[in-house]
């Protein structure tokens, strides 16, 4: 089989776009049942050459994180199944008329959703973002420009063809969703230049990785930078649910972006809750970093560094800061924050009013683990990330997100006069 | 009087912003009323110090054009006044639920507008500008920072200073509206360094501005690209309202970008309507510029170039191809233009449907003038420009385009099982 270079499969999927842009709801859902079941046709052949891709990754001293989310095992196959199969139970996310009015002239507009066009995904590790995304994408009538992480090469791309199989059996375009399966970091900066092509790009990984592509290309790009996310617990907070959702929030799962890095807790119940707080934490083996403040609490914790307020840990680790009441806390907050997810843990409707009004982050959760921020929980089903940029997708990024709209005009020979 | 350097300019508005993002709705249309009586205090010191600022552009040998857009005449200030009062009558962009649903377990989510925060608008010679992008700015709670062109410092300081006065008699923060004093490009290349507090660029001008600009910084950028828009007068069309919109398309104003550049005549109409068209545009001193067929049919006018079906002409000039079929119509279209505003002529649901789904266009007419693409018709009110964006926002940018969203959940101590 030849390969494509970048030029062709972006000219390519320019191509498809338009023609997916007239495709029907039921036939971008039938697509999707489709990619579901061809999937499940060579499942075996799936999970085998992952299982190499696997081994390798070990042989080259792979860490143990990386190697586990690089593995598709039978509940990663299913769990990816699914997601494909129930974001075709999504409604529609195209031809909504978001606005509308007659003018006095008889004008008729309309304001309707329409696909984005073309979306490129770069990723790391992680295959299952290879089914996600190009779920997510055919959903919202976008053609898709996949391109994973070398170690992962040949299982995208079997999971890419299969995909494509069944796509395409659906009445789909050829090249609505394509893969880059040239290997090396060329096949990426190349791409990058397609700005011709290329309606929006969505780096998924680290920071490094986003960064570069950001800076690297004239084509728009959704981010996903980091979640540095935290829980202030308000004087008034009930001691009881404050420890609980400082739990949930930082344990529930430690490498992932809307997890806990820092706590921050007003000084009126610091004396009581801190106590309370360390004994949870110890039994979660998570190490506590406080401030001066903190420490006089906790004398055996180590001392938090003014860089500890700007790290994403993705790690058992948690800063700790008392503040003195709500307005330092959104101070701290909107500061050294990342403008990704932040709680507050209070009974007064006042402070969790002014607490959603003036801090500036995509998700701002009363009462709330920050773990519930999220396509899930919003009920947005599948998403593909979680934007930290605040023009056009922030929060998470799913089928509504990728796309835009277009004014549409029905007139009788109407002028301007 | 110290004039502020760009970064105090800058923080002074991330703090303004902050502020700002708190007041009310009646707040912030009081202060959008107050700032038109501020204006109207000092009337004749801008007529005054306008005036003295055309002489000197005159002087300066500017061209007719430019002096023109440069004076504030009694009719324009009175616009600039009624554009302001208009904008504050509008509904509020902030604070509306655009989704929202409470989850299985109760936790209550809304997906609500608010302001993008601080907005730099860079904008050349025309004054209104400062009044018109001040007023949408601060109807969607934003904090403004205004740079204008060198030729219209004086009259720019002066509508802002009033506005500013305005605003801050209606309790707005004093630095909800900012003006850049210092003249000369640094202090532009400074405004782009300065993303660690400004949300989002506008630049107002041409596409060399807006490209400079876009290149320049890594502040997220709204763009005003060009209008290369279309006409398609398909096999079918009503010849009268062909004509008709035809000439108001082109000629209704001529330096606006949804004015007409590309006539494309379907072949099988061209005989008959060539030279309706020939004599209606002669009337109106338009330079014809065609294809090879179009030549055939009308032997006396200039050939079109390649490099005239991607010109922006903003002058008395129109080129006309001849198209076998819409098909061929959307292609030369999509391929050519600039994404901002095509229509057709036609009598055909069929072809107007698939015209409307298949033209990747900002604003898509159906037997409308081009010139009726815009905030005024679209039913949107005071407008500061058409984005041909495709992310955040595409076509007119008004006071909702100027605002994000944060999604806001409010539990009972909801944790992630």
Known sequence: MNIDTVEVIAKQSRLAARQLSATSET?????????????????????????????QARQDGQTEAMVKRLTIDDKVFQYMLSRLRKVALRPDPLNRVLAGHTNPAGLQVYKKSVPLGVIGIIYESRPNVTTDAAGVCIKSGNAVILRGGSEALQTNTLLADAMIQGAVSAGLPQHAIQIIRTPGHEAVSELLTMDEYVDVLIPRGGKGLIKRIAEGTRIPVIKHYDGICHLYIAEDADQTQAVELAINSKCQSIQVCNALETLLVDEKCAGQLLPLLKSAFDANHIELRGCQQTQTHLPDISPASEEDWSTEYLAPILSIKI????????????????GHTDGIVTQSLNLAQQFERQIDSA???INASTRLSGGGDYGLGSVIGI????????????????????????GNGHLRS
Do not use: C, F
Request: glycine letters at 6%; zero cysteines; hydrophobic letters at 40%.
């Open 27 to 55: 036939q971008r859902n039938l697509a999707l049942a489709k990619m579901a079941d061809s999937l499940e046709s060579v499942k075996q052949q799936i999970l085998d050459i992952n299982a190499q891709e696997v081994l």
């Open 323 to 338: 503040v003195n009441g709500i307005d330092e806390a959104i101070e701290h907050i909107n500061h050294y924050g990342s």
């Open 363 to 365: 998700s701002v959760l």
């Open 387 to 410: 934007s930290t940029d605040k023009l056009h997708a922030r929060g998470p990024v799913g089928p509504d997100e990728l796309t835009t709209y277009k004014w549409v005009a029905y």
